[in-house]
């Protein structure tokens, strides 16, 4: 498995973001020993894959060349993250408002936690993270096979732009939402190890489910009001004998 950087860009060039987020992912490839990959979405951006083929530490970059006549660019990106997310243990953006809404998407397509603006990797599978103001940053533990992490990118250093020799692989873009494969199921069955500390969310509830619990609250409720007013009825009958 291996570590994927969602780029951020405008087409022409690269963010700072980006090259700050490369910084984060090569942090955790050396405690992992895993190679970093690139993903650069968009229209008519090969010029921002190919500067990101020469960040150093970067050893793929995979370049969506997105048509200019897609009405919603991010769902494409989003649609492209998710396709391939299977093939990566980290997947990390930045945790600017893009970033952030497309790592939340990809983390609930996938049925993980997502573990949000990061400050600091202290291993492969533990964070620092910045808590509420005020308060110290808290450490996280992750708990899944896939890690959807986003970074605040003034808390790292900046891969350098030069040096790197990346292989550009291009991808073609689909317009419409395909349903992913049913996840696998050693994600489905992984345990949570010792010490983790699980902030996980309920991303996806049936609309039968949630009916359901409605539906047992109402009736509860319904009875002990049918209660109340015999209760009621009766003491109003004691009082007139």
């Not at 808390?155 to 692989?169: I, K, R, T, V």
């Not at 009916?211 to 409720?221: G, I, P, Q």
Request: proline share 2%; hydrophobic share 45%; glycine share 8%.
């Amino acid at each position: 498995m291996t570590i994927l950087v969602i780029a951020e860009h405008d087409n022409a060039a690269l963010g700072r973001s980006t090259h700050a987020t490369v910084g984060a992912a090569a942090l955790i490839a050396t405690f992992a020993g895993l190679d970093v990959h690139v993903l650069v979405a968009g229209h008519d951006a090969k010029a921002a894959a190919e500067a990101a083929t020469r960040i150093a530490g970067v050893s793929k970059v995979i370049f969506v060349d997105v048509p200019l006549q897609v009405p919603d660019m991010a769902e494409v990106h989003a649609m492209t993250v998710e396709r391939i997310a299977r093939g990566y243990s980290w997947i990390l953006a930045p945790a600017t408002r893009n970033g952030s809404r497309l790592a939340s998407s990809v983390a609930a397509t996938l049925g993980v936690a997502w573990i949000s603006d990061v400050t600091g990797i202290l291993s492969a599978g533990t964070f620092e993270r910045a808590a509420a103001v005020h308060r110290a940053s808290k450490t996280q533990q992750s708990c899944d096979v896939i890690n959807v992490i986003t970074v605040k990118v003034d808390a790292f250093d900046a891969a350098a732009s030069e040096g790197g020799g990346a292989m550009l692989e291009k991808m073609s873009a689909q317009k419409t939402r395909r349903s992913l494969d049913a996840p696998n199921d050693a994600m489905r069955r992984a345990k949570y190890g010792t010490g983790c500390i699980e902030e996980r969310r309920s991303t996806r509830f049936s609309q039968g489910t949630t009916f359901k619990a409605l539906s047992d609250k109402l009736e509860t409720a319904i009875g002990a009001s049918r209660a109340f007013h015999e209760r009621l009825r009766l003491k109003r009958y004691s009082c007139v004998d």
